[in-house]
């Protein structure tokens, strides 16, 4: 009888191995596409995100302008008719740009019709009058046809932000805004091209004379002093650590300290520059030297850990041989060891620099987070940054600064995308393998 249940055991065994196998084979398959699903799932939103941006931001490429024709009269220069000439940047171009507008609308004549009429082009239309005859100076007494930036509700208006169907008091456009820009399009005085000036350009309240030149000027030089004080002091402390320091109490708890540093929120820096750098040292608010000290702290610590990551990677070997060779601790690492762990060390320096290029709230905190017009030129000059001209614009209430808002964005991407790249590249260009 024993001999019989065995038998019976011994014919059920496969058939449970084969069950179990089966069972495994149908987790794993699931698990994998649980992956799969979880990957496109991701790669569903990012790609969601980035429509979202590139939709809202790519029609602020383009700008609308209007052809007016300008009659630069010799009395422009010469107000009271004395023959004393003022300078050519001295003269009332409103005066002539509205007079031109005013020309091909003769029918308008009550004041209030006129203020609606002016608001077709933009408040910065003297400024394009005044450059064309500056560089041209013989156009005076002549009439010239110069494109006009329009305003950023006409702007809105021809690129289809502004909806005609919407009720006119639910628009900022006005019935008679929408017929005279419908003239001017018909008689050929309505074009769109490249928005030069959001690459030219620093901030401004006017939408169409805003532009990204001041924040991207303020985030190079910025970078610039990030890179100068964070990369040869993590570097130094990363050689130090990892090569020279004691192994004792001292120097684990600064390791500890340094891992914990990087995982610090960056507003925590901010509020260190503030009473620090700002209040105690006295250092110039709102200027590159500072936000650039401030980021600088910040990716310390990811420069470090990445430096001491990379000279940990390097074979004992070399610097073996290189000691073996004569060479003393010193020169063995300078001269072996650290050259080859650079591409390692260059390629966390970048990721840190490109984290620090989109940080906003620690330079919230030291104040640039400023109205800046003027394009810095040193770093001490009054400066912002591209994420801070992102948070400024997104919350300014006109329509126009939505799409600025996701151009700038974009631009914004571009620079993290080509800083990782870099990183990538160096790392695949200098890596050695033993």
């Known amino acids: 009888m024993s001999n019989n249940f065995n038998e019976s055991v011994s014919e059920l065994k496969p058939d449970l191995s084969e069950a179990r196998l089966r069972k495994r084979y149908r987790a794993e398959t699931r698990f994998r596409i649980y992956g799969i699903a979880a990957i496109l799932f991701a790669i569903g939103i990012l790609a969601l995100l980035l429509g979202s941006i590139v939709t809202t931001g790519f029609s602020a490429f383009t700008q609308t302008e209007v052809a007016l024709d300008i009659h630069y009269e ?3 220069f010469d107000p009271d008719g004395t023959g004393k000439f003022v300078p050519l940047s001295s003269g009332n171009y409103r005066k002539v740009v509205r007079k031109s507008l005013r020309d091909l609308f003769p029918e308008v004549t009550k004041r209030r019709e006129k203020r609606s009429l002016y608001k077709i ?4 239309a003297d400024l394009s009058a005044r450059k064309y005859l500056l560089s041209n100076p013989n156009s005076i007494e002549k009439t010239k046809r110069i494109w006009i930036k329009s305003s950023a509700d006409i702007d809105s208006l021809n690129k289809g932000k502004i909806k005609r169907i919407v009720a006119e008091s639910e628009r900022r456009v006005k019935n008679n805004q929408i017929l005279w ?3 001017l ?6 074009r769109r091209t490249f928005n030069f000036t959001l690459f030219s350009a620093g901030d401004s309240r006017e939408p169409e004379l805003a532009g990204i030149w001041g924040a991207a000027v303020g985030s190079f030089l910025t970078l610039i002093v990030t890179l100068a004080l964070s990369f040869p002091v993590g570097v130094m402390a990363a050689v130090y650590l990892e090569s020279f320091a004691p192994k004792n109490r001292w120097t684990d708890l600064i390791e500890v300290n340094i891992n914990n540093l990087a995982a610090v929120p960056s507003i925590v820096f901010g509020l260190l520059g503030l009473a620090v750098f700002l209040n105690f040292v006295g250092m110039p608010r709102s200027a590159p030297i500072i936000g650039g000290t401030v980021l600088a702290l910040m990716t310390l610590p990811t420069i470090i850990i990445a430096g001491r990551a990379a000279l940990n990677a390097v074979p004992p070997s070399i610097r073996e041989a290189a000691l073996a060779m004569g060479a003393s601790p010193l020169q063995a690492v300078t001269h072996h060891v650290l050259p080859l762990a650079m591409p390692g060390i260059l390629t966390g320096t ?3 620099m490109a984290r620090a290029l989109g940080e ?3 330079l919230l905190m030291i104040g640039m987070v400023a109205f800046i017009v003027d394009i810095p030129k040193s770093f001490t000059d009054p400066a912002t940054v591209l994420p801070v001209q992102v948070y400024l614009w997104a919350d300014a209430p006109e329509r126009a600064f939505v799409e600025k808002t996701s151009a700038a964005i974009l631009v914004l991407l571009v620079f993290l995308v080509a800083m990782n790249l870099a990183a990538v590249i ?4 200098f890596e050695k393998r033993w």
């Open 426 to 429: 160096l790392r695949k260009k």
């Open 121 to 124: 082009i933009s408040s910065g």
């Open 360 to 362: 906003t709230a620690p």
């Open 350 to 352: 970048i990721i840190g």
């Open 181 to 183: 820009f419908d003239k």
């Open 185 to 190: 399009s018909k008689e050929n005085r309505v």
């Open 74 to 76: 010799s009395t422009l």
